[in-house]
């Protein structure tokens, strides 16, 4: 991502607003280093092959310590001085949005660990049209938009805004294979146990609080940018 440099008379030209900037960097692609690991889990899984989503599980594990380092180390730095032209609360919180995402990543990884490897159940939700696949990919490009909306800031609300309606598209897309994930889970509940029923179901929702997370990000765009015009 581009630093933001002047948009609409503020300016971010300090050294300590370039600094915090990088964060914003990190949060975010940790976020999408921890759904590109979540889809290799999903297929691990399916495979049995415990040994390697053992190994995903951590390194999600791993990106969530990272983005949580990232998080507060701009947080003080905000806390401690006078950055964004006194947008630096509304910045605040972009920071725990980015960081629920990987907060719900970390969730959805323990969740999927925690499934019976040998669910057939679990095994079709992987398969034909809006599968667990199809939801991830969905998740990481409301991620990924959440990403161009905060790089755009450096050009003005317009591109903003663009990049904002991104995210809610995919949170919507997201949402809508979630509901029909759901369905169908409970449509073979006869063939599962209730624990897996629920580790499944858990999964999916963590999945869908990660995208949740990226719009509540993207909301906080829009208060930066009707403040800062």
Partial sequence: MHELSIWRGIQFVG???????RFYNDLLGYVLKQIDSLKRLVTYIAEEDWELASNEATMIG???SLADDAKQNASLKLCKGAFFSGLSQHFLELLEGIDDMADAAKDASTSATEINLHSPVF????KDQDSLYDMINEVAQSAKALG???EALSL???????????????EKLA????????????SQKSDIDLLTLLQIKEFILSLDLIADAAE???DILLAIIAKAE
């Fill in 15 to 21: 050294r300590g607003d370039k600094q915090i900037l």
């Fill in 62 to 64: 791993t990106f969530e």
């Fill in 123 to 126: 095994h079709s939700l992987l």
């Fill in 148 to 150: 161009v909306a905060i």
């Fill in 156 to 170: 003005g609300s317009d591109p903003v805004i663009e990049g904002m309606l991104e995210v809610r598209k995919h």
């Fill in 175 to 186: 949402d809508g294979i979630k509901a029909k994930l759901v369905k169908r889970l409970y």
């Fill in 216 to 218: 509540d990000s993207a």
